[in-house]
């Protein structure tokens, strides 16, 4: 009668009349019931031999939502389409060991994720009406194809159709993927993978897969990823899961949904969901990794609808401006990074947001601030799509020029002298715990360890001190940053750990310390904050404290702070010579069939005759990118456009006053590139935003060549949009270098637009209404 037998291996179908198995979609007659096969074999027999070619009765067949980054109701097609099928469904979330043990997961993930999943229960519980002790969300502490082959065996019930959003994570869950894709295709189980993100799955790189050639704009992979992408965002976002629902949300939830054990446990037994020390306790996640931020944000996708509606409402005029010094960027960031990571809020939803306000911005501010961030959501993507094409990335140097200096985890790039006494491990340690000597790095670290967050310009000064002053190498802390980050992405940590290492062969992105320290917090405020050691130093002084005197009354303050473990000046310049070097090498063709550059020194030498065969141009650092420079923070003074509650809603009440001056477009931090994360600053950036509003080239910059003047040809060529064969970044027409990296417009795009064809420039133009505009006004500060 519909029950399953217990202690047999086979589940009976309820009557032909109400659905029994099927044979080329005819009911199988000859009884009044059918008896299936075991579920793992699938299929019917009749009078107890198999019928060839059958398929699991309907009626005794499920639909799998597998909740990965996407815990969520709004625009979550998987749970949409299993909700709208008829059928039975199961939501199904896997606390995974083999991911959890992954160098990256921290114990602040966990419990952001716990957060959201627990939210997520609550409204479903609204929704169906159900009482406190009604669950619906199925968790599982096992591996993934374990787990789904229990929850088969547990509900009798075939599994027709796994449903999940792609993700782009790393080798690990690459490797899992592989795993549950084998598993479906022995069952007959057809797994549909939605597109969340924009990514192009199995696009394939142009160029040698051991170069950074494969990535560049204009070729066949951009073009598609921009034609998708542009698709993907424009289409609509399902609001309601159970819009096209039979019997709406409660027919879904009451009468299809297929609820946990009872209990409250998961398929393994333990709680629904497990803490960070749970798990720790029973071995899943790295020893030491299980505890939390005790000032970061929290999870779900309700805070995350909130902080967007603050950031549209309020905070968002102040992102054109604010976001490079670590005290304004608090709150002129969206600070949807960890959502947009997690899944807690999609990108899709958070872009056509943006869209529509800035198609109705009130004024010029929001305009451009909202215009920077689209950018940013673009580049984020674009990251995410270089990642898919080359996981590898993960593991290996897009660039290997190099490579024979490693000693350990240590690039020899000079006397090792320079390094002064300390040993590799213990100079890791010292700048994992914020206790290098130099008061910036150590107040971003410490923030990242107490918060989970850090503004982009910062991050990208963190990883610059450790390559380019530690001479460390950029795999011995990618996990660290990744645990450090509750928005880690790992479409967006890998790439971008690269490109600031300088091992994408084309990067050379080297701060100064102090710099950044004068130019982002020059009152020392942020370092106060963070470094308790210095708080009762005035002012500047904070920044360099070494150079207060040793019989001033302030000296037993500075004796209890770390004394500088290396010379930044002459750490870097050492590094930076070997590096911007070898990068000419390779760059011009070296290494490319993987053998050794030669000697230092008769690269040296070469490079030297050719700068003087060049009439003694430029040389030092040539490769890489142009020298920006550093502006200035700008922010509303205080209580000036900052919404009442925007404090309690991040966990920190942000800094009373804010820095004045002209920041880059950036962003966030979201996802260390993320929702728009990237903010670097350029000098000019307004006057270069108002004339690509206006529809004219922006005035030159420093770094960055003046304009050629334009030919006077019989028929003047088009002037089209390009995509920079360096960084694959979009520019505006009338751009005659990259916004981003300063590389010159390839002269290749004109010529094919002024012979009729679009040539590079035939790529689809990317967003057309959203990025008509310049498409970033940033120059990353190099000093």
């Known amino acids: 009668a519909g029950v399953p037998v217990r202690g047999s291996s086979f589940s009976p179908c309820r009557s032909l009349s109400e659905g029994g198995c099927v044979l080329a979609g005819v009911p199988v007659r000859g009884s009044s019931f059918s008896p299936c096969r075991s579920l793992s074999e699938g299929g019917c027999v009749l009078a107890g031999v198999p019928v060839r070619g059958s398929v699991a009765c309907p009626a005794r067949a499920m639909d799998v939502v597998w909740l990965k980054r996407d815990v969520r109701l709004h625009d979550h097609v998987p749970l949409a389409t299993a909700a709208a099928s008829g059928r039975p469904f199961a939501l199904l979330f896997l606390y995974e060991p083999d991911q959890l043990s992954h160098e990256t997961v921290h114990g602040s993930h966990v419990a952001f994720v716990n957060e959201g999943l627990q ?198 005029e102040r992102y054109s401006g604010s976001i490079s010094s670590p005290n304004s960027a608090w709150t002129a960031c969206s600070r949807l990074s960890p959502y947009l990571s997690w899944g ?172 950044q320290a004068k130019d982002q917090d020059p009152k020392g405020e942020f370092i106060r904050r963070y470094i308790p050691e210095l708080r009762e130093l005035p002012g500047e002084s904070a920044l360099e404290p070494w150079k207060i005197p040793a019989s001033s009354q302030l000296r037993s303050v500075v004796d209890q702070y770390p004394s500088r473990i290396v010379d930044e000046a002459k750490t870097s310049k050492a590094s930076k010579t070997i590096i911007s070097t070898y990068q000419q090498w390779f760059q011009a063709g070296g290494g490319r069939g993987g053998e050794e550059p030669p000697p230092l020194d008769v690269l040296l030498a070469s490079k030297a005759s050719a700068a003087a065969a060049a009439g003694g141009g430029a040389g030092g650092g040539g490769a890489g990118r142009g020298r920006g420079t550093g502006g200035r923070g700008r922010g509303p003074a205080e209580g000036e456009g900052r919404s009442a509650d925007i404090g309690a809603m991040l966990g920190l009440v942000p800094a009373a006053k804010r820095r004045r001056g002209g920041d880059a477009l950036g962003d966030d931090g979201e996802g260390e590139k993320g929702a728009g994360d990237g903010e670097e600053d350029g000098e000019g950036e307004e006057a270069a935003i108002a004339a690509a509003a206006s529809e004219a080239p922006a005035p030159p910059r420093a770094g960055v060549p003046a304009p050629l003047p334009e030919p006077v040809p019989v028929l003047a060529p088009v002037r089209r949009p390009w995509a920079c064969p360096r960084c694959t970044l979009r520019n ?10 300063e590389g010159p417009r390839p002269s290749a795009i004109e010529r094919g637009c002024a012979g009729g064809s679009a040539g590079a420039a035939s790529a689809v133009v990317f967003l057309q209404e959203a990025l008509s505009l310049a498409q970033a006004h940033v120059v990353i500060e190099l000093d």
Not at 150 to 155: F, G, K, S
Not at 382 to 394: G, I, K, P, T
Not at 458 to 474: K, T
């Open 344 to 515: 807690q809020i999609s990108m899709r939803t958070i872009w056509q947001n943006v869209e529509a306000c800035r198609l109705e911005a009130r004024g010029g501010n929001w305009k451009r601030s909202l215009q920077a961030f689209l950018v940013r959501l673009q580049w984020r993507t674009n990251y995410c799509q270089r990642f898919e094409m080359r996981y590898w990335m993960e593991k290996r140097n897009a660039c290997r020029a190099w490579e024979h200096l490693r000693q350990g985890s240590t690039y020899v790039f000079g006397d090792l002298a320079l390094l002064g006494s300390l040993p590799e491990e213990q100079r890791l340690l010292a700048f994992k715990e914020g206790r290098t000597g130099y008061p910036m790095v150590d107040a971003c670290m410490r923030c990242l360890l107490e918060t989970g967050w850090l503004n982009f310009r910062m991050r990208c000064m963190l990883v610059s001190f450790a390559i380019f002053n530690l001479w460390l190498d950029w795999r011995c802390i990618a996990g660290h940053f990744a645990r450090c980050f509750l928005d880690y992405e790992p479409g967006i940590h890998y790439p971008q750990l690269q490109m600031q290492s300088g091992t994408t062969g084309c990067d050379l992105r080297c701060y100064s310390v102090l710099r």
């Open 119 to 316: 939210e997520l229960e609550q409204r479903l519980r609204a929704l169906s009406g159900g009482s406190e002790a009604d669950r619906f969300i199925t968790t599982s502490l096992s591996e993934a194809t374990e787990a789904l082959e229990a929850l088969q065996q547990r509900t009798c019930l075939k599994i027709l159709r796994l449903l999940s959003h792609q993700e782009t994570g790393h080798l690990v869950s690459y490797d899992r993927d592989r795993r549950v894709k084998k598993w479906c295709r022995a069952r007959g189980i057809a797994w549909v993978q939605v597109a969340q993100s924009g990514v192009v799955r199995g696009l394939p790189p142009d160029g040698a897969p051991d170069t950074a050639a494969g990535t560049r704009a204009g070729s066949d992979w951009h073009s598609t990823w921009a034609a998708h992408l542009e698709s993907f965002l424009q289409s609509d976002a399902a609001e309601d899961p159970f819009e096209s629902s039979p019997g709406g949300a409660r027919g879904a939830l009451c009468e299809r949904l297929v609820r946990p054990p009872a209990g409250g446990a998961t398929e393994g037994g333990e709680v629904p969901f497990p803490s960070p020390t749970e798990l720790s306790r029973l071995g899943h996640l790295i020893s030491g990794q299980e505890g939390d931020r005790p000032k970061r944000q929290l999870g779900g996708e309700s805070r995350a609808l909130a902080l967007l509606a603050d950031f549209l409402q309020v905070r968002g």
């Open 732 to 741: 505006a027409a009338g751009a005659d270098a990259c916004e981003a990296c």
